[in-house]
Every structure is written in structure tokens, then in C-alpha cells.
């Protein structure tokens, strides 16, 4: 009801312009009336005056219930009338008189209506730009009731959440409020006591909490029996014979692997081949007849599973200390040039998401060679660390912090290929980072810059490739979608598999313009470029 003001303004506004548009119309064509029996009374004077009767009887029988603005314009129009002005004149006193119009108090008024439309309409119209303008999302948070009961979540994350999934949590209230007992007031009352009970019992689960849990994670269940909640047959559907999605994947995945094979078995039989043949066809068509049932299932998962927008925080707030992030750029450094380039790409990526809690780190490794060491290998560490040092002499002076870092790791005799090389190559370099980043002091990293203490207390780690863009404000809205209790990785101690969360999301890359337009190939893989590709929900149907 609170969303339907703005629509019912709205609508408001666009019956007055209409009231207002029909006055208009109605009074322009009283005035082209009356300027057309105006110009046939005054034709009709001219050439024979004796036509004059019946013509006025004409006027009166097709001017019925017409406005007074006609009489103003046909009076004004016949005021140069000179051969018959007598009977004229006559019949409009006696049309006047009929229609109880004063002439003078006619034309005051049709001018001061048309002013006031003219007003009025312009009026109208600011207001439906200033309807246009105002935030009602803002109106809407500060008036809705079950809103000012869900901001008084007890983990306090709700009040701190963007826009769009506040709303999400909102429609699914309103969605167990429609099909429940209780009304949308009174289970919003029921999750925050519920959120409450659980912070009771265990002060650090951030997660029961949270209303979120309660309206869009595993809460709901042992919500809606308390709100006499009526399930939908979709959600029975997906509740129990769709609940095992590993199942439903590799179920599906053997019915259609066995029907292709199925359909090439008749097939053979029905060209005449012997079992021998048959069964020779179907074991080589086993491989391509898979991956096209591999095609199938990913496209019957992704419609029967659609993907779903993750709750995030607001990634217009600067960074909590809690959430403290390294954004990291693996590279070879095959060169000092090449080296400086990877930096200045850092440096943009810093220039575009500035924040006191995001530091960057360049992870470097040397080119492979067949022995340890190879000559020009200081002067390419010498340009990264000096390409470093200069970005945080320069930056230091704005926040009085040095937010870039260095990595560089030494060689290791790599026995299967007979090379020294960076260990396990970009998967090696981040495992590494990570284990310096908790505390490790026996990496192969032989050259390090910037604040350990930064690191050591970093939470997330953002990964790029040396030649990937992080857009304008990138960083804070990957940072506010993994940092969501919803969203953080949980493990119980002694275990190293995620129970709930993520351990680690991947958001969508998107192409530029320039870079869509460099070849067919980038054109088939840039999708719709040009429009904002994080619009929607995507997903991997297999990682999912």
C-alpha cells in the first residue's frame, strides 16, 4: 500500500491533466464554432439578407448546450456586421437572455479560465517531474512500519544492506504474510524474536541472528509452521523431489546419456547391423553423445534452478575494519617494461576504488629459466620495487597510509620440466600469499614491500589478472557481497570443507566496447556490451 502512493500520484495528476486537456478542447472548438457561423452570417448578410432567419434557426437548432465561450467569440466576430446586424443582434439577446449568459462577465471568465488551465497544466506537469525526481525508496523505509520492525535486526546488518536486497527481504515477508495467518507486521515481530532468541544462545552466530536467516535461508522452515504458513505446490515440488540437487543433475544427466544411446542403438538396428555392430557404434558414440546430454542438463538446471541475486551490504559505506581486503594482481615478470605496465594498471585500479581498507598487491614471479638466477633479474626487481615505492610515496600524502605491496617470489627447480620457476606457478603464488598473509615466515617470497600488518589483518583477498579492469567502485561491491552473514564461509573447527557461505564467489566479467570489436571471436564472447551486465543473476549450472 505505501508503494502504491507515488503510482497513485501519479495517476492523480494524469486524470487532472486530462480533465484540464478536455476543458481546452472543448472551448477551442466553441471558438472555431463560432468563428465559422460567423464568417456564414456575415457572407449571408452580404449577398442576401433574406437568408438571415432561417440560417440563425439553423445556428439554434445545432448549438445546443454549447459553452459561452462560442457566444463571446461569435459576438466578437460579428461586431463589423453591418447589413442585418438588427435581426442578429436580436436573435443574441434573445439566445443570451435563454441561456441566463452575461456577455461581459462571459468573456472576463473565459479569459480567466484559459489562464488558469494554462496554470494549471503547467503545474501538472512539474509535478509529475518532481513524482519523477524524489527518492521514494527513502519515503517508502521511513513510513513502512514492517520496516522500522525489520531495522531493529539484533546482528544489525539489515539497516547496513543496499537497497535491493533490504527490498528482497521485504517481498519475502510479504509473500509469507499473504499466504499465512498472520499479517505482515506480526511476522516481521515474530522473525526479529526469533533472531533474538537465537544471539541468546550463542552471541557470536551472526547468522541466526540475522532476520535474512529467518525470511530467505534455512530459518524459514521452522518459520512458517509459527505462522501457520501455507505452502505453494512449486515449493512442495522443490522442498522434495528437487531437494537433492546432486541427484537431479546426474539423475538427469544418465536418462539422457541412455536415451541418446538408446535412439543410436535403434538406429544401427534399423540400417540392418548386428548386435556386434551395435554395440561397437554405441561405445563410440558414448564420449560426443555425453557431452551433448552435458549441454542438455546444464540448460534444464539453469531453467529448473534459476540463478538467485545474492543479499549484499551497501557498498556505498567505506569498507569495515572487519572486512579489511588485498586486492592481488599475479604476474611474470618478463620484463622491467612489462613489470611497469602491470603497475600503472594497479595504479588505476587504486584510483577507481580508494578506500582506507583495500590495499593492492602486486605478486610477482620471475620468468622460468634453467638456472636459479639469471642476470637481469635485479634490474627487473629493481623497477617493481621502485615502481611500488613511488606509488606510495605518492598516495601516502592523502590518507597518511601506504596502500601498495610486493611480492616477489624466488625460483624453485621445478623436476618435471627440468626449470627454475615460481612454485606451481599463479595457483602456487596465491596459496603462498595466503599463508604469508596468516603468518607463514617460510614462503619462497624473496623480495616484500609495503605493511605486513596490512596484510596479516586482511579478511578477503580479490584476485585480477594483469590485463582485467577493476571498474569504478568495484572493489566495495565485490567486498559487500562476500562479507553478507549469508554469504561468509562457515566451517565447523577441525573441518576443511565450507558448510554454508562461500569460500569464494566470481563475479561476472564484462567486456568494453573497444574491446568487443577486435575480432569476430570477442564479439561472439562479449554479450550485450554496452548495457550493465550486472543487471541480472549469472552462475556456473556445474559450480553451482
Not at 164 to 173: E, G, Q, V
Not at 277 to 285: I, K, S, T, Y
Not at 441 to 456: P, V
Request: net charge negative; glycine share 6%.
Amino acid at each position: 500500500e505505501v508503494w502504491a502512493i507515488p503510482i497513485m500520484l501519479r495517476i492523480a495528476l494524469v486524470e487532472n491533466l486530462a480533465r484540464l486537456s478536455r476543458a481546452v478542447v472543448i472551448s477551442m472548438r466553441a471558438e472555431k464554432a463560432g468563428d465559422r457561423w460567423a464568417e456564414r452570417l456575415v457572407l449571408a448578410a452580404q449577398d442576401d439578407s433574406s437568408a438571415l432567419p432561417e440560417l440563425l434557426a439553423s445556428i439554434d437548432a445545432e448549438t445546443r448546450d454549447v459553452p459561452a465561450a462560442f457566444f463571446v467569440r461569435l459576438t466578437q466576430r460579428l461586431g463589423e456586421l453591418e447589413t442585418g446586424g438588427e435581426a442578429v443582434n436580436a436573435w443574441l439577446e434573445r439566445r443570451l437572455s435563454a441561456e441566463g449568459i452575461v456577455l461581459e462577465s462571459a468573456a472576463a471568465d473565459a479569459q480567466q479560465e484559459q489562464a488558469a488551465n494554462q496554470v494549471s497544466i503547467s503545474n501538472a506537469i512539474t509535478s509529475i517531474r518532481l513524482l519523477d525526481a524524489l527518492d521514494w525508496r527513502e519515503f517508502f523505509e521511513g513510513v513502512s512500519i514492517a520496516e522500522a520492525i525489520l531495522r531493529k535486526d539484533p546482528a544489525q546488518t539489515y539497516a547496513v544492506m543496499d537497497f535491493a536486497s533490504r527490498d528482497r527481504y521485504r517481498h519475502s515477508l510479504e509473500v509469507i504474510a499473504r499466504r499465512s495467518t498472520d499479517s505482515e507486521i506480526a511476522v516481521a515481530e515474530k522473525v526479529v524474536a526469533l533472531a533474538n532468541e537465537a544471539l541468546s544462545i550463542d552471541a557470536s552466530d551472526d547468522v541466526r541472528g540475522h532476520v535474512g536467516w529467518w525470511l530467505m535461508g534455512d530459518g524459514r522452515l521452522r518459520l512458517e509452521p509459527l505462522v501457520g504458513y501455507r505452502r505453494q505446490k512449486r515449493e512442495a515440488l522443490y522442498r522434495g523431489p528437487l531437494a537433492n540437487h546432486a541427484l537431479f543433475y546426474w539423475g538427469a544427466f544418465s536418462v539422457f546419456v541412455a536415451g541418446l544411446l538408446a535412439l543410436m542403438a535403434l538406429y544401427g538396428l534399423a540400417e540392418g547391423s548386428d548386435m556386434a555392430q551395435v554395440l561397437a557404434l554405441v561405445l563410440l558414440a558414448v564420449i560426443p553423445l555425453s557431452e551433448v546430454a552435458l549441454v542438455l542438463v546444464n540448460r534444464l538446471s539453469a531453467f529448473v534452478f534459476p540463478p538467485r541475486i545474492l543479499p549484499k551490504l551497501d557498498s556505498r559505506l567505506p569498507v569495515d575494519d572487519a572486512h579489511r581486503t588485498l586486492v592481488v594482481v599475479p604476474a611474470l615478470f618478463s620484463s622491467a617494461p612489462a613489470t611497469q605496465a602491470v603497475i600503472d594498471t594497479m595504479e588505476i585500479a587504486y584510483l577507481a576504488n580508494r578506500d582506507l581498507n583495500v590495499g593492492y598487491a602486486l605478486l610477482g614471479d620471475l620468468r622460468p629459466s634453467s638456472e636459479p638466477g639469471r642476470p637481469d633479474d635485479g634490474l627487473i626487481t629493481e623497477a617493481a620495487v621502485r615502481g611500488i615505492s613511488q606509488l606510495n610515496e605518492r598516495y601516502e600524502v592523502e590518507h597518511g597510509v601506504r596502500p601498495f605491496h610486493l611480492l616477489v617470489r624466488a625460483r624453485k627447480l621445478n623436476e618435471s620440466e627440468n626449470l627454475w620457476m615460481g612454485w606451481e606457478r599463479k595457483r602456487g603464488a596465491l596459496l603462498e600469499l595466503v599463508r604469508e598473509m596468516r603468518g607463514a615466515t617460510d614462503t619462497t617470497f624473496s623480495t616484500k614491500l609495503g605493511e605486513q600488518a596490512f596484510r596479516h589483518s586482511c579478511a578477503f583477498v580479490i584476485t585480477l589478472d594483469a590485463d582485467t579492469v577493476l571498474p569504478r567502485d568495484g572493489a566495495r561491491k565485490l567486498i559487500s557481497a562476500i562479507a553478507h552473514p549469508l554469504n561468509r564461509a562457515r566451517w565447523r573447527p577441525g573441518e576443511q570443507r565450507v558448510t554454508s557461505g562461500y569460500g569464494l564467489i566470481q563475479p561476472r566479467v564484462g567486456m568494453t566496447l573497444p574491446g568487443s570489436k577486435r575480432s569476430r571471436f570477442a564479439s561472439l564472447y562479449s554479450g550485450p556490451t554496452g548495457i550493465d551486465p550486472y543487471a541480472g543473476a549469472v552462475s556456473d549450472t556445474y559450480q553451482d
